[in-house]
């Protein structure tokens, strides 16, 4: 069973710039889509990010297209979210994800991923 677990979540000040990690182990993370998600207070998990298995493709939501970027090093089992130009609105629990098929396509929707990380979190102040 695969454990996920992020870091880099804190507190910075809108335009500033986060790097989120999750580091991935006893799993096939070289051979599974990732992507990420966040969960603001009050409202449902959303979707942030995703990349296939090889890094070749990634997908982004609309409201973060352009501030976003989504990676992934399969040598360290770690993907990654680097995070600019935030917005007080970008403030919420992120979580990454794991698809649940090998070598399968990239997924956007809760139901593609199976296995889920703890969350860290994310505030940017105004």
């Known amino acids: 069973q695969v454990q996920l677990v992020e870091s880099g979540g804190g507190l910075v000040q809108a335009g500033g710039s986060l790097r989120l990690s999750c580091a991935a182990s006893?799993?096939?993370?070289?051979?599974?889509?990732m992507g990420w998600f966040r969960q603001a207070p009050g409202k449902a998990r959303e979707f942030v990010a995703a990349?296939?298995?090889?890094?070749?493709?990634?997908y982004y939501a609309d409201s973060v297209k352009g501030r976003f970027a989504i990676a992934r090093d399969n040598t360290k089992n770690t993907m990654y979210l680097q995070m600019n130009s935030l917005k007080p609105e970008d403030t919420a629990v992120y979580y990454c994800?794991?698809?649940?098929?090998?070598?399968?396509?990239?997924?956007?929707?809760?139901?593609?991923?199976?296995?889920w990380g703890q969350g860290t979190q994310v505030t940017v102040s105004s």
């Open positions: 994800a794991e698809n649940r098929h090998e070598w399968g396509r990239v997924g956007v929707a809760e139901p593609d991923f199976g296995s």
């Open positions: 006893g799993g096939t993370f070289s051979r599974k889509a």
């Open positions: 990349i296939s298995w090889s890094g070749v493709s990634t």
